[in-house]
């Protein structure tokens, strides 16, 4: 085992964020390996931390002066053993090789989860759409799925949103690929309503967080009701976390973006989450503007000298990290506990890093892995394609019914591998345990391939 790490620190030098999410799999994978020698023996380890593919690409664009742009695009084909390639798309400035590996790692597990036919992709590119007008990102869009289009395909790899990847972007990227392909395929899943798209796919994520949270509160005769919650982002994901966390009876207390975050002790209820939702999605403004509406809310700016984050540093009931990943460190993790948190459950990828997992392990605090708390997403998305091959659409109703058991499933399966491998209550280890089998179990039936 420690052999597979170090080899893949030789090979991926520099690749701190795929080392992470591969050496947590492999920390909590061991009793399978120990009861399963044949998956040694097929070299299952270097085959599944070894991508199936991974593409780079030019990508480049002119900017609204006429200056012309250059950013670099990515997409990692992880693992297709269980079903065609599936995965969200990432515009941010941090994207890198890295990320997008550890992003397409954790993918495959999560997929696995949901018990539908998805493999595991990601990519992005380190574009920053930020500041950026509807004509450049367009622009940007195009030229980007001008390389990406021959690598995709209902059948073969199908892209969703992500981080800076919203109903804009994804219909941008439809468009280029159907001019391209001369095809109106389910290619992308996120699509809007009146051309492919399946209704909740956007509340998916955070719906199922909530949903997730609210099993686990179960396993301990508890719910939601009354809970302070904070939940930091106040993107999608954020913002369908806390409109469920309000539904459900909590109370949101924070929300955030990457310059500052929000503390309203009043609690964000639903009128002052529709401003949220106008401010983010329609202006594209900043949170800060929410004090000017609601001035009894303290804004305090994002400070990367400090090493903690101070939206953390509140008494609250339970925790929901929605932005982004490793926003939960060792400090953080002590000033949960120390303000009387018993629940964390990740909305964003890799949100806590793996000091605080074994900090909320240690105390006992209920703690769900992204891959399991946020599948959700990708479950809706495996939905999308299911009714655009039928060229159907199932009602809101319909796939809320749906969700919800699929949420419930990944909750039970997680407890039922945890307990089988000797680790009890251990969220993180039932879902890399129950992943891993399900797709590793698909490869052996496969060959070396
Ligand atoms: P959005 O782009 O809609 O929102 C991201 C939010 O995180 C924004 O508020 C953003 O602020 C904030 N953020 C970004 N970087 C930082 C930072 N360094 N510090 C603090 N805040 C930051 O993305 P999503 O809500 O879609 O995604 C959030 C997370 O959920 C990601 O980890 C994503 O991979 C994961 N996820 C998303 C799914 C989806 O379907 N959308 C599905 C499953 C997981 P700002 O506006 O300033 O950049």
Redesign the pocket.
């Known amino acids: 085992m420690s052999g597979i790490m170090e080899s893949i620190q030789e090979r991926d030098p520099g690749e701190h964020e795929f080392h992470q999410a591969v050496e947590e799999v492999m920390d909590t994978v061991k009793p399978v390996l120990d009861r399963n020698p044949e998956y040694v023996r097929a070299g299952i380890l270097q085959r599944l931390t070894e991508p199936d593919r991974v593409i780079t690409f030019r990508v480049p664009w002119i900017d609204d002066e006429g200056r012309v742009r250059v950013n670099r695009g990515f997409r990692i084909q992880m693992n297709n053993a269980i079903g065609p390639y599936k995965g969200?798309l990432?515009f941010?400035p941090?994207v890198n090789l890295s990320i997008m590996k550890f992003?397409a790692f954790e993918q495959v597990m999560?997929n696995a989860l949901t018990t539908l036919h998805l493999g595991g992709a990601k990519g992005g590119a380190d574009f920053e759409p930020?500041g950026k007008s509807d004509h450049e990102v367009m622009r940007f869009c195009q030229s980007f799925m001008t390389e990406l289009f021959r690598h995709i395909g209902p059948d073969t790899d199908v892209p969703?949103?992500?981080?800076?990847?919203?109903a804009r972007e994804i219909g941008y990227l439809f468009g280029m690929y159907k001019k391209l392909q001369n095809e109106f395929t389910g290619m992308i899943t996120?699509k809007s309503l009146g051309w492919g798209g399946s209704l909740v796919?956007?509340q998916?994520?955070?719906y199922g967080v909530v949903y997730f949270a609210v099993e686990m509160l179960a396993t301990r005769n508890d719910t939601l009701e009354g809970k302070t919650c904070l939940v930091?982002?106040?993107?999608?994901?954020?913002?369908h976390t806390a409109e469920k966390i309000i539904e459900m009876g909590g109370k949101v207390l924070t929300?955030?973006?990457?310059?500052g975050?929000i503390y309203d002790e009043e609690g964000i209820d639903r009128k002052k989450l529709d401003f949220v939702k106008h401010l983010?999605n329609i202006k594209r403004g900043?949170?800060e503007e929410y004090t000017a509406a609601y001035p009894q809310a303290v804004y305090t700016e994002?400070d990367t000298g400090l090493d903690y984050?101070p939206l953390w540093d509140h008494w609250a009931d339970c925790a929901f990290p929605?932005?982004?990943?490793n926003?939960i460190q060792a400090k953080d993790a002590y000033n949960l506990i120390n303000h009387g948190t018993k629940l964390v459950c990740e909305?964003?990828?890799?949100?806590s890093t793996p000091e605080a997992v074994a900090i909320f392990r240690d105390k006992k605090i209920l703690y769900a892995p992204?891959k399991a708390a946020?599948?959700?997403?990708?479950a809706v998305?495996g939905l999308e394609m299911a009714q655009n091959s039928m060229r159907l659409s199932w009602t809101a109703e319909e796939i809320d019914n749906r969700l919800k058991p699929i949420m419930k499933g990944i909750h039970r399966t997680c407890l039922q591998a945890a307990a089988e491998y000797g680790e009890p209550g251990n969220y993180l280890a039932g879902a890399n345990i129950a992943g891993f089998i399900r797709v590793v179990n698909a490869m052996l039936d496969q060959g070396v391939v």
């Open positions: 969200g990432r941010h941090s992003l999560k930020k969703e949103g992500g981080i800076g990847v919203g996120g796919r956007t998916a994520p955070g930091s982002g106040a993107g999608n994901v954020a913002q929300l955030s973006d990457s310059s975050y983010k900043r949170i994002a984050n929605c932005a982004i990943q926003d909305g964003a990828d890799m949100a992204s946020n599948a959700g997403g990708v998305s």
